[in-house]
């Protein structure tokens, strides 16, 4: 689970945004564990990880943590590099093991999407949860536009998007590439290496908290879903 962001477009680490009691990145953990997943590796910035082990252990979760890098990609692969050493010491048939990769500003994914993208990667070799696209596309170039793009083919990208474990050295450890041009998801990664990918259409709500008017639905969704903690704090993040 990548959690390395240092919070520039909100003004604060998002991933520490409390959601009925908390954090947000524990939230998206736990969401990953209702769907199926054995164990979690969250990546995060070095300063942030004594106050995640904390956060963790007071929810009684065991949870493994790498270091973020200096992009997405980077911080993938040292996600990637703990799970296969994980995976190695458990002596597990990597062929009938995935990795999915999931971003802490997710943590309403539903537990049977997860369970469906880890199927799908050990099926087709990779999958990415997402939803078709509803709205009118148009190409845009200098403000003014250009073309409108058929949307029956589109696919909006999501997370989890999950990798078979055996395919998983090839993508992130055996390729590079230069800041400027890594992958901004990890579906593109594994087209990239030519493996083929299949498209799960999520079925519940898994909006991405990105920008500051995410947070007053994040914490008002938070409360329906999980109680409204007695005394919280709505400055708290």
């Known amino acids: 689970m990548v959690a390395a962001g240092e919070g520039r477009r909100m003004g604060f680490k998002k991933q520490f945004l409390d959601l009925a009691g908390r954090p947000m990145w524990l939230r998206s953990a736990e969401a990953m564990l209702a769907g199926g997943a054995d164990e979690i590796v969250v990546v995060a910035s070095s300063g942030d990880v004594s106050r995640m082990r904390d956060e963790a252990r007071a929810a009684g ?51 049977e999407d997860v369970r469906r993208v880890f199927e799908a990667a050990l099926e087709a070799g990779g999958a990415v949860l997402g939803s078709p696209c509803r709205d009118t596309v148009k190409r845009v170039e200098g403000g003014w536009v250009r073309e409108t793009v058929p949307r029956d083919k589109l696919f909006l990208a999501e997370t989890p998007q999950a990798i078979r474990a055996d395919l998983a ?16 998801d990890d579906s593109g990664a594994m087209e990239a290496a030519g493996i083929r990918v299949m498209a799960v259409a999520s079925t519940a709500y898994n909006g991405k908290i990105t920008t500051p008017a995410d947070l007053d639905y994040a914490r008002w969704l938070a409360g329906e879903r999980w109680g409204r903690p007695e005394h919280a704090d709505r400055t708290r993040v």
Do not use: C, N, W
Not at 65 to 88: I, M, N, P, Q, W
């Open 61 to 111: 979760r065991d949870i493994r943590f790498a270091e973020g890098g200096e992009t997405r990609h980077a911080s993938v692969v040292s996600g990637v590099k703990l799970a296969l050493d994980l995976v190695a010491h458990r002596a597990h048939d990597l062929r009938r093991s995935a990795f999915a990769i999931h971003d802490a500003a997710r943590p309403f994914v539903s537990a």
């Open 169 to 184: 050295r090839t993508v992130y450890l055996e390729r590079r590439y230069a800041a400027e041009e890594a992958p901004t």
